[in-house]
Nanobody, 124 residues
Framework: EVQLVESGGGLAQAGGSLRLSCATS????????IGWFRQAPGKEREGVVC????????YYDGSGEGRFHISRDDAKNLVYLKMHSLKPEEPAVYYC?????????????????WGPGTQVNVSL
């Protein structure tokens, strides 16, 4: 059974950094793409970044490019999202999600598996 659990959320100052973790189980990183998403109150969920399974290439979607960095630790079954220069408008629940795409590449349209999310707040 594929399971994802996010952690690392909390309060960061504007301009500061935060690292989120996505603990995975029931999947292999060489077959599953991992995506990070976020949803702010009253807004639609938006994609942040996706990492492809075969080569670990990252696809950044939106304003996070240049400030956010995705990485994975294959030995620990963890995927990280390091966020720098956080903006006051970026508080949201951050989710990781996954789909088995084999040799395919990001971005992908639909993710069947999701974690419960972790809250990120940014103070001025």
């Amino acid at each position: 059974e594929v399971q994802l659990v996010e952690s690392g959320g909390g309060l960061a100052q504007a301009g500061g950094s935060l690292r989120l973790s996505c603990a995975t189980s029931g999947l292999a990183f060489d077959e599953y793409a991992i995506g990070w998403f976020r949803q702010a109150p009253g807004k639609e969920r938006e994609g942040v970044v996706c990492i492809s399974p075969a080569d670990g290439a990252a696809y950044y979607d939106g304003s996070g490019e240049g400030r956010f960095h995705i990485s994975r630790d294959d030995a620990k079954n963890l995927v990280y999202l390091k966020m720098h220069s956080l903006k006051p408008e970026e508080p949201a629940v951050y989710y990781c999600a996954t789909d088995r795409i084999g040799s395919g590449a990001c971005p992908i349209l639909d993710y069947p598996y999701w974690g419960p999310g972790t809250q990120v707040n940014v103070s001025l």
